[in-house]
C-alpha cells in the first residue's frame, strides 16, 4: 500500500533501502507508464550511480539537502559530464523524488528547486531531400532484405517516426484503407500518422514479396520488420540497416535515424504545415521542443537566400 513504510524501509535504514525504493520506481517506469526499454534502463542506470555516490558520500539519500544534491552535480560537472547528461541525470533524480513524495517515502522533494544547467541550443542535424533518394537509390531491392530497408526507409521518411517506434510496428498496424500509420511513442501513447500513396505501395511491395520470404513458418509473428533469419527486428538492427544504407549511398556517417525524424518535421515546416500539426505528428509532449524546428526552417530560408540574390556576395 503505497505510503505504509515496512520496517526495513525507514529512512534510518540508510542506503539499502534506497536501492529497493530504486528498483519500485523502475518497476513503475515499466509496467505503469510503459517507458521503453531503452529509457527504463538511462533511469536505473543514472540512479544507481546517485545512490552509489550517496553511499561513499555517507549521505542518507532519504533525506538529502539541495546543498548536498548540487554536490553531486558538481561532482559530475568535475568528471567531465556533458551538460546534455547532468540534465539527464538531474531529471531522473527530480522523477524519482517526485515519486517518493507521492508514494509518501519521503516528507520532502529535495530536488525540485534546483535548477537545470543551461543547454547550448543546439539545431538538430537534418538531411536533404535529395540526400534521402539518393540512399533509396543505392538500395537494390531485387531481393527481400533489400525490399525490407526501402520500406523501412520510405516508412521513417514519410512518418517522422523514432527508430523504437518503428521496430515495434506490426503488419496490423498500417491501415492501408485509412492511408496511415499507428505509432505507440513514449509512454505507450498512441498517435495516427497519415501515409501518402508512394510509401504505401512500397511497404505493399514488402509484405507481399519481402515478408513472406522472410518470415520464418516456424516462428509465426506479426511484427512488420523481420530480419533474414526470420525474427522481428530490433531498434539497434534497424538502427544498423540504416548506418549501412547512408555508407552504401556515400553519405555522412554521423547521419542518424533521428536525422530523418528531424527531416520530416522541418520539410512539413517548410511545406506550411502549422507548428501544432507538427508536434501532433511527431508525439511532443511540449510544443517547444517542436519549436526548435522553426530555427531549422529560418536557417534554411537563410541559406537559400545566401546563394540565390544576387546582392548576397555585396560587400
Same mark, same amino acid.
Given at each position: 500500500?503505497?505510503?505504509? =513504510?515496512?520496517?526495513?524501509?525507514?529512512?534510518?535504514?540508510?542506503?539499502?533501502? +534506497?536501492d529497493?525504493?530504486?528498483?519500485r &520506481?523502475?518497476a513503475?517506469?515499466?509496467?505503469?507508464?510503459?517507458?521503453?526499454?531503452n529509457?527504463?534502463?538511462?533511469?536505473?542506470?543514472? !540512479?544507481?550511480? +546517485?545512490?552509489?555516490w550517496?553511499?561513499?558520500?555517507?549521505?542518507?539519500?532519504?533525506?538529502?539537502s539541495?546543498?548536498e544534491?548540487?554536490?553531486?552535480?558538481a561532482?559530475?560537472?568535475?568528471?567531465?559530464?556533458?551538460?546534455?547528461? !547532468?540534465?539527464?541525470?538531474?531529471?531522473?533524480?527530480?522523477?524519482l523524488?517526485?515519486?517518493?513524495?507521492?508514494?509518501?517515502l519521503?516528507?520532502?522533494?529535495?530536488?525540485?528547486?534546483?535548477?537545470?544547467?543551461?543547454?547550448?541550443?543546439?539545431? /538538430? $542535424?537534418?538531411?536533404?531531400?535529395e540526400? #534521402?533518394a539518393?540512399?533509396?537509390?543505392?538500395?537494390?531491392?531485387?531481393?527481400?532484405?533489400?525490399?525490407?530497408?526501402? @520500406? &523501412?526507409?520510405?516508412?521513417?521518411?514519410?512518418?517522422?517516426?523514432?527508430?523504437a517506434?518503428?521496430?515495434?510496428?506490426?503488419?496490423d498496424?498500417?491501415?492501408?484503407?485509412?492511408s496511415?500509420?499507428?505509432?505507440?511513442? $513514449?509512454?505507450?501513447k498512441e498517435?495516427?500518422? /497519415?501515409?501518402?500513396?508512394?510509401?504505401?505501395?512500397?511497404?505493399?511491395?514488402?509484405?507481399q514479396?519481402?515478408?513472406?520470404?522472410?518470415?520464418? /513458418?516456424? $516462428?509465426?509473428?506479426?511484427?512488420?520488420?523481420?530480419?533474414?533469419?526470420?525474427?522481428p527486428?530490433?531498434?539497434?538492427?534497424?538502427?544498423? #540497416? +540504416?548506418?549501412?544504407?547512408v555508407? @552504401?549511398?556515400? $553519405?555522412?556517417?554521423? =547521419?542518424?535515424?533521428?536525422?530523418?525524424?528531424?527531416? +520530416?518535421?522541418?520539410?512539413? =515546416?517548410?511545406g506550411?504545415?502549422? !507548428?501544432?500539426? #507538427?508536434?501532433? !505528428?511527431?508525439?511532443h509532449?511540449?510544443?517547444?521542443?517542436t519549436?526548435?524546428?522553426?530555427?531549422?526552417?529560418?536557417?534554411?530560408?537563410?541559406? @537559400?537566400?545566401?546563394? @540565390?540574390?544576387?546582392?548576397?556576395d555585396a560587400?
Open positions: 500500500m503505497a505510503g505504509t =513504510l515496512q520496517p526495513d524501509e525507514r529512512p534510518e535504514n540508510g542506503a539499502a533501502p +534506497f529497493r525504493w530504486i528498483e &520506481f523502475i513503475y517506469l515499466a509496467d505503469v507508464r510503459g517507458l521503453s526499454p529509457t527504463v534502463r538511462a533511469y536505473a542506470t543514472d !540512479l544507481n550511480a +546517485f545512490s552509489s550517496c553511499a561513499r558520500e555517507g549521505i542518507d539519500p532519504a533525506s538529502i539541495h546543498r544534491l548540487r554536490s553531486y552535480l561532482d559530475l560537472s568535475r568528471a567531465r559530464y556533458a551538460e546534455k547528461t !547532468l540534465n539527464r541525470h538531474l531529471s531522473s533524480i527530480r522523477t523524488y517526485r515519486w517518493l513524495v507521492h508514494e509518501e519521503v516528507s520532502q522533494d529535495s530536488a525540485a528547486a534546483i535548477a537545470s544547467p543551461k543547454l547550448s541550443r543546439k539545431l /538538430p $542535424k537534418t538531411m536533404s531531400d540526400d #534521402v539518393d540512399i533509396l537509390a543505392a538500395i537494390d531491392a531485387s531481393g527481400p532484405a533489400g525490399i525490407r530497408d526501402a @520500406a &523501412f526507409l520510405e516508412l521513417l521518411y514519410a512518418s517522422g517516426a523514432r527508430i517506434e518503428v521496430s515495434a510496428l506490426t503488419v498496424d498500417i491501415d492501408f484503407a485509412e496511415q500509420v499507428k505509432l505507440f511513442g $513514449k509512454g505507450s498517435r495516427i500518422v /497519415p501515409l501518402y500513396a508512394h510509401v504505401l505501395d512500397v511497404l505493399r511491395e514488402y509484405l514479396r519481402g515478408r513472406t520470404a522472410l518470415v520464418d /513458418p516456424s $516462428k509465426p509473428t506479426r511484427a512488420l520488420f523481420i530480419s533474414t533469419r526470420g525474427n527486428m530490433s531498434t539497434d538492427s534497424l538502427r544498423t #540497416v +540504416f548506418e549501412k544504407r555508407r @552504401a549511398a556515400g $553519405k555522412d556517417s554521423s =547521419l542518424t535515424p533521428h536525422a530523418m525524424r528531424h527531416t +520530416f518535421a522541418t520539410e512539413l =515546416l517548410g506550411g504545415a502549422d !507548428l501544432r500539426t #507538427v508536434q501532433e !505528428l511527431l508525439g509532449e511540449s510544443l517547444s521542443t519549436q526548435i524546428y522553426t530555427h531549422v526552417s529560418i536557417e534554411r530560408l537563410k541559406d @537559400a537566400t545566401r546563394q @540565390a540574390h544576387p546582392r548576397s560587400q
